[in-house]
Nanobody
Framework: QVQLVESGGGLVQAGGSLRLSCAAS????????MGWFRQAPGKERESVAA????????FYADSVKGRFTISRDNAKNAVYLQMNSLTPEDTAVYYC????????????????WGQGTQVTVSS
């Protein structure tokens, strides 16, 4: 059983930055591709970014390319989302997720999810 706990959300002004963290426990974190998703009120959940198990491949939604960076530290069982140049449109609950399939490959299929952390960007 894999547990994922997000942290680092909060209230920030437009143009500001936040760094989200996701701490994983259980399972074999270093072998799992990981992703960040977000869901704004009244909207469907959307993929924001993803990273391969070894960190060598990353993927981003067009809406965050050039502003957000996903990274991971397998020694710490953690994945991060650095968010810069935030806009009110980035306001959402952000979730991290793990793809624990034995032979996972892109496109990833996530089967474990965290509880989410709120990010609010004021104008």
């Amino acid at each position: 059983q894999v547990q994922l706990v997000e942290s680092g959300g909060g209230l920030v002004q437009a143009g500001g930055s936040l760094r989200l963290s996701c701490a994983a426990s259980g399972g074999t974190f270093s072998s799992y591709p990981m992703g960040w998703f977000r869901q704004a009120p009244g909207k469907e959940r959307e993929s924001v970014a993803a990273i391969s198990w070894f960190g060598g491949a990353t993927f981003y939604a067009d809406s965050v390319k050039g502003r957000f960076t996903i990274s991971r530290d397998n020694a710490k069982n953690a994945v991060y989302l650095q968010m810069n140049s935030l806009t009110p449109e980035d306001t959402a609950v952000y979730y991290c997720a793990a793809d624990t399939r034995p032979t996972s490959r892109w496109p990833y299929e996530y089967d474990y999810w965290g509880q989410g952390t709120q990010v609010t960007v004021s104008s």
